[in-house]
T-cell receptor
Framework: GESVGLHLPTLSVQEGDNSIINCAYSNSASDYFIWYKQESGKGPQFIIDIRSNMDKRQGQRVTVLLNKTVKHLSLQIAATQPGDSAVYFCAETTTSYDKVIFGPGTSLSVIP | DSGVTQTPKHLITATGQRVTLRCSPRSGDLSVYWYQQSLDQGLQFLIQYYNGEERAKGNILERFSAQQFPDLHSELNLSSLELGDSALYFC???????????FGPGTRLTVT
């Protein structure tokens, strides 16, 4: 299938530190990327998005970086808080089709 | 609260049975997406509808079907259920295609 089998990377950070979550996307033709946060027992929640004509986009405490050369996406969370503990998914889509491909996710655990 | 509602929240049924999951999108959203999330396959895109028409298809089995009604709510029908169909099923909606999606709380299906 298009979704990568689930080998969930984990990241543990100290409260107050910055977190960086990485994602390697699959299709060089992808032109729209989204980060979602999924807390236990809930549906994914939109965090931030970026289109391929940009390299960087900032939101509130979050920054997304896009490197199209190596097909890499990252999510930076500043001053990580316990409420940031969740699984984070990157997603990609292209102009040639509308279906969204999700990465396997990264589990972020914040240590108080 | 994303504004997307899904019913039922939990569903327990036996192998071989048929179930219908229901989704009401956010007010004004024309696109509805269905996803399956299981432990070994991550978040998989199943199908998308836009204003009543099928727009994109992902890894949806032939035993599964969906439709979007004139009032824009959507139903996902799962038939001849197998143990492996046990998963969380999410619906998401968006204003248009290739923009951020808002996910519902999901329906947890258990096939025994």
């Amino acid at each position: 299938g298009e979704s990568v089998g689930l080998h969930l990377p984990t990241l543990s950070v100290q409260e107050g530190d910055n977190s960086i979550i990485n994602c390697a996307y699959s299709n060089s033709a992808s032109d729209y990327f989204i980060w979602y946060k999924q807390e236990s027992g809930k549906g994914p929640q939109f965090i931030i998005d970026i289109r391929s004509n940009m390299d960087k986009r900032q939101g509130q405490r979050v920054t997304v970086l896009l490197n199209k050369t190596v097909k890499h996406l990252s999510l930076q969370i500043a001053a990580t808080q316990p409420g940031d503990s969740a699984v984070y998914f990157c997603a990609e889509t292209t102009t040639s089709y509308d279906k969204v491909i999700f990465g396997p996710g990264t589990s972020l655990s914040v240590i108080p | 609260d994303s504004g997307v509602t899904q019913t039922p929240k939990h569903l327990i049924t036996a192998t071989g049975q048929r179930v219908t999951l229901r989704c009401s999108p956010r007010s004004g959203d024309l696109s509805v997406y269905w996803y399956q999330q299981s432990l070994d396959q991550g978040l998989q895109f199943l199908i998308q509808y836009y204003n009543g028409e099928e727009r994109a298809k992902g890894n949806i089995l032939e035993r599964f079907s969906a439709q979007q009604f004139p009032d824009l709510h959507s139903e996902l029908n799962l038939s001849s259920l197998e143990l492996g169909d046990s998963a969380l099923y999410f619906c998401a909606s968006s204003e248009d295609t290739r923009v951020k999606q808002y996910f519902g709380p999901g329906t947890r299906l258990t096939v025994t």
